[in-house]
């Protein structure tokens, strides 16, 4: 089975701030790689797809990249409604999986 | 406007089953590979299984193997998640997601196994 590791575990920033959150797969993942936003209550929210492909509605200031094991989130211009939580998931092999998540909090 | 909406949760106890249900309008269900994933309380993000379009292809997380069987009408637009065996680390909440990179998610229904 494939294993996601994400990092950090969270984050503190400020609004306005740009971030990256790295995800690591055990094994290579070609760019079969999303990533969710979700915040306290909710559902996740699809934010990227195929790793560096925006899921339509989603602000570009969101951006991701990487291929093969290593992959990055970046928000730029941190706005209060950025702070969540970020988890990344693997859809190249059963069973899919996900990162532990990190959690991005207001400094 | 396409949605997703899981319903059938509950409090059950360890040992009996329970079936979810996951209502797709706005698209249809028969051109997409449809997930059951699930959140325990203050943990992260768990696959549990995938069915393909045509139902011809199941998958499972190891934790539910055996117990948990997905399924699909695309009559009724509407994929189920039967779950026998219930354990209390079933509690959760079980989201239905769309696609192989889950770009839809519905809200989500309870699980609670306790006894």
């Known amino acids: 089975d494939i294993q996601m590791t994400q990092s950090p575990s969270s984050l503190s920033a400020s609004v306005g701030d740009r971030v990256t959150i790295t995800c690591r797969a055990s094994?290579?993942?070609?760019?079969?790689l999303a990533w969710f936003q979700q915040k306290p209550g909710k559902a996740p929210k699809s934010l990227i797809y195929?790793?560096?492909s925006l899921q339509s509605g989603v602000p570009s200031k969101f951006s991701g990249s990487g291929s093969g094991t290593d992959f990055t989130l970046t928000i730029s211009s941190l706005q209060p409604e950025d702070f969540a939580t970020y988890y990344c998931?693997?859809?190249?092999?059963?069973?899919?999986?996900f990162g532990q998540g990190t959690k991005l909090e207001i400094k | 406007q396409v949605q997703l909406v899981e319903s059938g949760g509950g409090v059950v106890q360890p040992g009996r089953s329970l079936r979810l249900s996951c209502a797709a309008s706005?698209?249809?269900?028969?051109?997409?590979?449809m997930h059951w994933v699930r959140q325990g309380p203050g943990k992260g993000l768990e696959w549990v299984a995938v069915?393909?379009?045509?139902?011809?292809?199941?998958y499972y997380a190891d934790s539910v193997k055996g117990r948990f069987t997905i399924s699909r009408d695309n009559s009724e637009n509407t994929v189920f998640l039967q779950m026998n065996s219930l354990r209390p680390e079933d509690t959760a909440i079980y989201y239905c997601?769309?696609?192989?990179?889950?770009?839809?998610w519905g809200k989500g229904t309870t699980v609670t196994v306790s006894s």
């Open positions: 706005g698209f249809t269900i028969s051109y997409n590979t």
């Open positions: 094994q290579g993942i070609s760019n079969y």
């Open positions: 997601a769309r696609s192989a990179y889950m770009d839809v």
């Open positions: 195929a790793a560096s």
């Open positions: 069915i393909s379009h045509d139902g011809g292809d199941k």
């Open positions: 998931q693997q859809y190249n092999t059963y069973p899919y999986s």
